[in-house]
């Protein structure tokens, strides 16, 4: 076994292999950049060594600098975990070079797998099918037209290193296709360090299953059963499980021998994942899939397979990469009860799910459930990684148990500082297209605009109200009383849309809430700090609140609904103002300017790319207009609320 392990990556994941490696007696060595510099996993490793600024090309994508602090400090082995150098077939290789233990495949199997072109090569002759697609030439964008209408649209564009949903565009007609890769492969240079892009043909809908293998030195090989990840925003994975109860056992009998094939035939060691697209849609009794990618390393998601088999899948890798034969083999692998997974993201999905970097004020965990996090309550959330922060894992006897179980999780786990997505995570697991397991791939997308777009209900309104009365001192005196005649008029702010209240009482018991049309008879009130139960015409009603100054944040099954209290406060109207600048959402740096002063552009017209946790985004003009008071160029830094230019 080794006696030092060095690992290559930083938060949540960082922290999860010291976990494992401690247990097993190994030292551990962990890297950091500076702006990581008091992070959690330079306080748990053993010894912690800075590699660079924080920037992760200049930092975790160094390749000379890992392998430097590995060889000064007589390491023997290093753990990539996931993402930055993890599937850098070049960095395996110097690794293998410098006669230091690479923890995972070998430098050939990430070079013929990581890569997705490589990969379709791999197994065309495996008998596996496969999407139709091709290896873009930069060079000749009239050559990709061509093969991508002969495939036919809509198409999506890949990063052919790619992995976690990273730098994916769905191009629907052959006048987007040439922007769709360019700005793939601005993303895959930033986050992959290798810009090669493929076109394969999209299939909307599916669901998404992969296929978790072992093998070691000696040439055995398992199957650690399937995980279902098709509840996917934008391909990027947002909740996983295991195992899958959708797909019939037939289907999932082929995938594992797919999988299986597909390791023993690039001579695999380790852990890999093959993942599938499954065509749920032709309801056979042997439904049809297709191979999509092969992850040469540990998953995101690993922890739901951990959840249902009783393993430590970061113990099973040392071992193999020690050179120890697996000690199982399937007729072993025997799942129990039922595994989710919720990945928490530092964004605003009220906000086209913008990053949300900042200082994490506050942050709590609920006596139940795991929490695989890289943060704690004071940590500053940058914009110089993945926005995930953390993980929420359950395991109960069945899935709706499971499912259950994670709504009161993510309603128990309280981050403050800093916008999450956790109401959106609980809106997903109470949909009824989650409780029927029926999602698909695409589904997410229509969820998220209608997540968007949910508004407060008459009930939740009444409560908003009452809550008002009774924390404002401007109402409290007047209406919570036993004698008199009593009215209020309440004026509320939700997203951008101010709503007008007016509750009247006789006794301070029974109320009449009168709001837009609906006249609402409410009784039995009973309101402690942090709940309200009262009966609405007749019904029972109770909620979960937070009350700051005048935001009151209320909760409805899981969903934050977040009201102003602004009674008595004069709105201004900015309107036009506000159309005529273009605002930076995010703090980041500029990677594309498309106009420049004096330029007259129509609304809706693309003006400014900025790149921040690793996503792009499009500013678009609001109006149109002649673009005056720009003066940043490629590659400034900007910081969030920073007009760019104005629309004159």
């Not at 040439?178 to 993303?187: F, L, N, P, Y």
């Not at 018991?509 to 009966?535: A, L, P, R, T, Y």
């Not at 678009?620 to 720009?630: D, N, P, R, T």
Request: with cysteine; aromatic share 8%; hydrophobic share 40%.
């Amino acid at each position: 076994m080794f006696k030092s392990i060095l690992i290559a990556n930083r938060g949540e994941i960082a922290r999860r292999l010291i976990k494992s490696a401690r247990r097993l007696g190994i030292k551990t060595y962990a890297v950091y950049s500076e702006v990581d510099k008091n992070s959690l996993h330079t306080k748990e490793a053993d010894v912690a060594v800075c590699i660079g600024q924080s920037e992760a090309k200049k930092s975790y994508l160094n390749i000379k600098k890992v392998i430097e602090v590995a060889v000064e400090n007589k390491i023997q082995a290093i753990h990539p975990g996931y993402g930055f150098l993890s599937e850098n077939y070049l960095f395996a290789k110097k690794v293998e070079a410098s006669g230091i233990t690479f923890i995972g495949p070998s430098w050939k199997s990430i070079k013929a797998m990581g890569n997705k072109n490589n990969a379709k090569k791999v197994i065309s002759s495996a008998d596996i099918p496969s999407l139709s697609g091709f290896l873009v030439k930069k060079e000749k964008p009239v050559e990709n037209k061509k093969k991508a209408k002969e495939i036919g649209f809509p198409v999506i564009a890949k990063a052919a290193a790619g992995g976690g949903g990273k730098g994916m565009r769905v191009v629907y007609c052959e006048s987007d296709l040439q922007d769709s890769i360019e700005a793939v492969t601005r993303e895959a240079r930033s986050s992959f360090k290798d810009d090669e892009v493929i076109i394969e043909k999209y299939v909307k809908g599916g669901k998404h299953i992969e296929i978790q293998i072992a093998r070691d030195n000696h040439g055995n090989c398992i199957h650690l059963l399937e995980r279902d990840c098709s509840s996917q925003r934008r391909y990027q994975k947002v909740l996983e499980e295991a195992p899958s109860l959708s797909i019939p056992e037939p289907t999932k009998i082929e995938m594992y021998k797919a999988a299986i094939d597909i390791a023993n035939k690039i001579d695999y060691r380790g852990l890999g994942t093959i993942e599938f697209i499954v065509d749920v849609q032709s309801h056979k009794e042997k439904l049809p899939f297709f191979f999509l990618e092969m992850n040469t390393r540990l998953q995101v998601e690993h922890p739901v397979t951990e959840e249902i088999l009783g393993m430590d899948l970061v113990e099973l890798q040392i071992n193999i990469a020690a050179g120890k034969k697996l000690d199982m083999d399937n007729d072993k692998v025997i799942p129990s009860g039922h595994a989710i997974e919720a990945r928490i993201y530092a964004e605003d999905p009220k906000n086209d799910f913008l990053p949300s970097p900042g200082s994490i004020k506050a942050l709590n965990f609920p006596k139940e459930g795991r929490f695989d996090f890289g943060v704690r309550s004071g940590d500053y959330i940058s914009t110089f990684y993945d926005p995930m922060v953390g993980k929420v894992i359950v395991h109960a006897n069945d899935r709706e148990e499971a499912r259950t179980k994670l709504v009161g999780c993510l309603e128990a786990l309280k981050i403050q500082g800093i916008k999450t997505n956790t109401d959106f995570l609980s809106y997903i697991l109470n949909s009824e297209i989650f409780r029927k397991d029926i999602i698909q791939i695409t589904d997410l997308d229509d969820l998220a605009l209608k997540f968007k777009k949910l508004l407060p209900n008459p009930t939740d309104m009444v409560a908003a109200s009452l809550i008002i009365l009774n924390s404002e001192s401007q109402f409290k005196n007047k209406m919570w009383r036993l004698w008199g005649t009593a009215s209020a008029n309440i004026l509320v702010r939700h997203q951008e849309k101010s709503y007008s209240i007016k509750v009247n009482s006789s006794d301070g018991k029974k109320f009449q809430v009168n709001f837009e049309d609906g006249i609402f008879v409410v009784e039995n009130v009973f309101s402690s700090k942090k709940n309200i139960s009262f009966e609405v015409n007749q019904r029972l009603i109770s909620f979960d609140f937070q009350v700051k100054d005048k935001i009151l944040n209320l909760y409805r099954e899981g969903i934050k609904f977040v009201f102003e209290n602004i009674t008595n406060t004069y709105q201004g109207n900015e309107g036009d103002a506000q159309e005529r600048k273009i605002i930076a959402p995010i703090t980041g740096s500029i990677v594309k300017i498309l106009v420049k002063n004096g330029q007259l552009v129509s609304k809706d017209e693309a003006v400014v790319f900025i790149e921040a946790m690793k996503m792009e985004f499009k500013l678009v003009a609001l109006k149109s207009g002649k673009v005056i008071g720009l003066k940043n160029k490629k590659g400034d830094l900007i910081e969030k609320g920073e007009t760019l230019l104005e629309i004159e």
